[in-house]
């Protein structure tokens, strides 16, 4: 299992948490997704058998968000 740290410039509200939640669960793979919304991080465990971190990243940069 893998597990990485996505920091979002424009995290901002609670209907970006569950914008990026469904965007990252649609993801077979992904055991667990946690935003901390002050901090502007999503901590992600996954299996990088199913799923890779770039292809996560680049669906969460296609729904508007920022990654930093």
């Avoid at 996505?6 to 901002?12: C, D, P």
């Amino acid at each position: 299992l893998m597990k990485a740290l996505v920091r979002i410039y424009n995290l901002t509200t609670h209907d970006d948490i569950i914008n990026i939640r469904n965007v990252v669960s649609n993801y077979e793979g992904i055991l667990a997704c946690e935003i901390n919304l002050n901090k502007k991080e999503v901590n992600i465990v996954y299996d990088s058998l199913s799923v890779s971190i770039d292809e996560i990243i680049t669906s969460i940069e296609n729904v508007g968000y920022m990654v930093i």
